[in-house]
C-alpha cells in the first residue's frame, strides 16, 4: 500500500516545483529587455487606417498644432505612435468610436463549460483588438484558474491576494461594497483588469455551505454581480467576462451579469458535443432563474470557432456540422489555429501585444488579419447594439 502522506506530499512537490518554473517564466517574460510595458508602435498609414481618415488629415493636424508632432526616434527616423497618442489622435480628429453616454456598455460573457476551448484566449484577444480599436476596455476574471490575468502578466499565485479579486465582493461576509478596489491597470492605457486566483474559489464552498439559506444569498449574489458591475461600466465601452468553466455560483452569476454571450469552441467532435451540452444546460438554468424573478437579457448570442485549422479536413467537416446546427449563430470567419497565439501565450502576451513576429513575418501577419477579422465581427455586434451600422459588410454578421 503507497502511504498516502507521502503521495499528498508528492503532490505538493510537484504543485511547487511547477510554480517556481511559472514564476522564472514570468520574470523571463518581464526582463527589462523583453517587455517593458506596452511598446507598440503605429505607422501613420496603419493609424489612418485605424482612424479611418487620411494620413494628410494626420499631417495637417500635427502641422497646425492640433496634434503633437509626429514622434521622432534618434536619427530623426519616424518612430509611429504610441496606443496613447493614437487614443489623442482619435479625440482631436474627432474619430473616436467610443459609444454614447446614453448606449448601453457591451457585457460579453465568453463562456463554455469545457475547458481548452480558448475563452481565456478569446477573452484576451478580443480585450486588447478593442482595445487598438480605441475602446475603452474592462476585463474580468472571474476564473479561479486565472489564465486572463497570467495573460495580462500577473502571477496569480504570487502577484495577486484574495482580496484583490471579486472575492471580497462576493464573499458571504463581503468586506467590499462596490468593485471599484479590484479594477487594476494593465499595461494598455485603455484596459483595466479584474484579477482573480485560485482563492476566488473560495466564494463557491461558502455558498455550497450557506446551506437551507443558499437559495437566497444565490440570488443575492447574482444581483451584486450584476450591479456592481453595471456601475463599474459607466466609464467603459466594453466589459468582457471570463467565467469558470462549470456550473457554479460564479458562473451563473456572470451569466446573468452578462447582456451578450460568445462561446468559443474548436472545431472538433468533442468541443461540439460539450458546447450542445452547454447550450442545453444553460436554457434550463437561464429558465429557472426567469422562473425565480432573475432577469436575463442578452443582445446577442453568437458562437465563435476558436481554433480552425484550414489544413484539416476534420475541422472543415465539424464546421459544416457547426454551421448546420447553429446556422446564422455561427460567426462566419473563426479564428484560426496559429503558433503565433501559443508562442504569444508563452510569454503570457496576446498576439496584439507583439512588437515583432515570433514566427515568420507572414505567419504574424496572417495571424493578426485573421484576428482582426474574426473580432470585428463582435465589434461590429456591439456597435449594432449602440444603434451604429456604418459598413455594408455588417448587416451579414448582424442578421446572418
Ligand atoms: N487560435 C489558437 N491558436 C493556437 N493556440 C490556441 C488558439 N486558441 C487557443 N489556443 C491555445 O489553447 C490553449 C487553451 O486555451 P485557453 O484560452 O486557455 O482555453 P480556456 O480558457 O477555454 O480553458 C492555450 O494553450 C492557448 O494558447
Ligand atoms: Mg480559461
Known amino acids: 500500500m503507497p502511504d498516502p502522506h507521502s503521495i499528498v506530499s508528492q503532490i505538493g512537490d510537484l504543485a511547487q516545483s511547477g510554480e517556481r518554473m511559472i ?13 517593458k510595458g506596452l511598446n507598440l508602435r503605429f505607422g501613420i498609414a496603419e493609424a489612418a487606417q485605424l482612424l479611418g481618415c487620411s494620413t494628410n488629415r494626420i499631417r495637417m493636424a500635427e502641422d497646425d498644432g492640433r496634434l503633437p508632432p509626429p514622434p521622432a526616434g534618434d536619427n530623426g527616423r519616424r ?5 496613447e497618442e493614437l487614443l489623442n489622435m482619435r479625440e482631436v480628429l474627432g474619430a473616436s468610436p467610443r459609444r454614447a453616454p446614453l448606449d448601453v456598455p457591451a457585457m ?3 463562456q463554455n463549460f469545457k475547458g481548452g476551448v480558448g475563452k481565456s484566449t478569446v477573452t484576451t484577444h478580443l480585450a486588447h483588438y478593442f482595445a487598438v480599436q480605441g475602446y475603452r476596455v474592462l476585463v474580468v476574471d472571474c476564473d479561479s484558474q486565472a489564465t486572463t490575468t497570467t495573460l495580462f502578466g500577473f502571477n496569480p499565485h504570487f502577484n495577486i491576494t484574495r482580496e484583490e479579486t471579486l472575492y471580497p465582493y462576493l464573499s458571504i461576509d463581503p468586506t467590499q461594497a462596490d468593485l471599484l478596489y479590484a479594477v487594476k491597470n494593465t499595461p494598455w492605457p485603455n484596459v483595466d483588469l479584474i484579477p482573480s486566483n485560485l482563492e476566488l474559489f473560495d466564494v463557491e464552498y461558502e455558498l455550497a455551505a450557506a446551506g437551507a439559506d443558499g437559495q437566497s444569498v444565490l440570488a443575492a449574489r447574482f444581483r451584486k454581480l450584476k450591479q456592481g458591475l453595471t456601475d463599474l461600466a459607466r466609464d467603459y465601452d466594453v466589459v468582457i467576462l471570463d467565467p469558470p468553466p462549470a456550473l457554479g455560483t460564479i458562473s451563473l452569476a456572470v451569466m446573468q451579469a452578462a447582456n451578450a454571450l460568445l462561446v468559443p469552441l474548436a472545431a472538433t467532435t468533442p468541443d461540439f458535443c460539450s458546447t450542445v451540452q452547454f447550450l442545453s444546460m444553460m436554457d434550463q438554468v437561464l429558465e429557472q432563474l426567469i422562473e425565480a424573478g432573475i432577469a436575463v437579457d442578452y ?11 484550414s489544413n484539416d479536413p476534420s475541422h472543415e467537416m465539424v464546421r459544416a456540422i457547426m454551421e448546420q446546427s ?4 455561427l460567426l462566419p470567419v473563426p479564428i484560426l489555429e496559429s503558433a503565433e497565439i501559443s508562442h504569444a501565450a508563452l510569454r503570457m502576451m496576446t498576439v496584439y501585444e507583439l512588437e515583432k513576429p515570433i514566427g515568420t513575418p507572414r505567419t504574424h501577419k496572417r495571424c493578426k488579419a ?3 477579422e474574426a473580432l470585428g465581427q463582435i465589434e461590429q455586434l456591439v456597435r449594432h447594439g449602440w444603434g451604429r451600422v456604418d459598413r455594408v459588410d455588417e448587416e451579414l454578421v448582424v442578421n446572418g
Open 23 to 35: 514564476e522564472r517564466l514570468r520574470r523571463k517574460a518581464f526582463l527589462p529587455e523583453s517587455r
Open 79 to 83: 518612430l509611429g505612435y504610441t496606443v
Open 108 to 110: 460579453i460573457a465568453v
Open 299 to 309: 443582445q446577442f448570442v453568437r458562437l465563435l470557432c476558436s481554433k480552425f485549422d
Open 326 to 329: 447553429f446556422g446564422p449563430a
Open 370 to 372: 485573421n484576428l482582426d
